[in-house]
């Protein structure tokens, strides 16, 4: 059985924070959940990685109600499964799933890219400019200025992706593209330990939004569409061993 690394979960407020407001405390089974979500994510637990209840309970301070209905909650949502008398398991790969996952997120960056060039031919400010700005300092910048650090730019990468289907100004087509982003994003991450992809990332988003930005459509959608199947094809190529590397690496992400 594995050693369990998993944190503990983040105190409900974090010092120096108000506690008062508008916004309801997260409960314990929350906070557990958002932590172990995090360590699949972060490749502290992986692919075939066994534990208990019991040894959640010990390491995180809490009891086994939150630890149950933290765990029951990554099992609806594919990350876990419960094992006969053996305690849990992190699940495989579901590379389907991930196909069908970029299929979608393919159909909705590529609507928005669509929409956010026909408002540039329009009259005034387009919806969402102020969102696009903050993509352009980020990545049309010299290559002098560029970042090396694969988790910041994995970072950047992911509010890239999101801050265009949001800047399109559908609220429920940024929705669910942030959903399929939680969904993916732990396979994205593999990417970005590859210094080529960094680079080839900064050159490509550099290129969609220019294309964005000046309402060439074609070209804007024929960009996009190459950036998200090169992500694709990174994805197929995914081998256990190199989400176990990941696991000492830190992980990354890209596309």
Known sequence: MQTMTTRSPAPADAPGQPTAGPWPRRSVADQVYEGLKRDIGEFLLVPGDRFTE????????????????ALVRLQQEGYVEVMFRSGWRVL???FDKFEQLYDLRMVLETTAAQRLCAQAAGDGKRMGEDGLARLAAIWLVDPAQRSTDGAQVSAWDEAFHCGLVEAAGNAEMARVHRDITDRIRIIRRLDFTKTPRIEATYDEHADILRAILAGRADPATRLLRAHIEASQAEVRKITLHQVFMARHAGGGGAG
């Open 92 to 94: 495989p790969f579901d």
């Open 54 to 69: 019991h040894e959640l309970c010990a390491r995180l301070g809490v009891s086994r109600t939150p630890i149950r209905q």
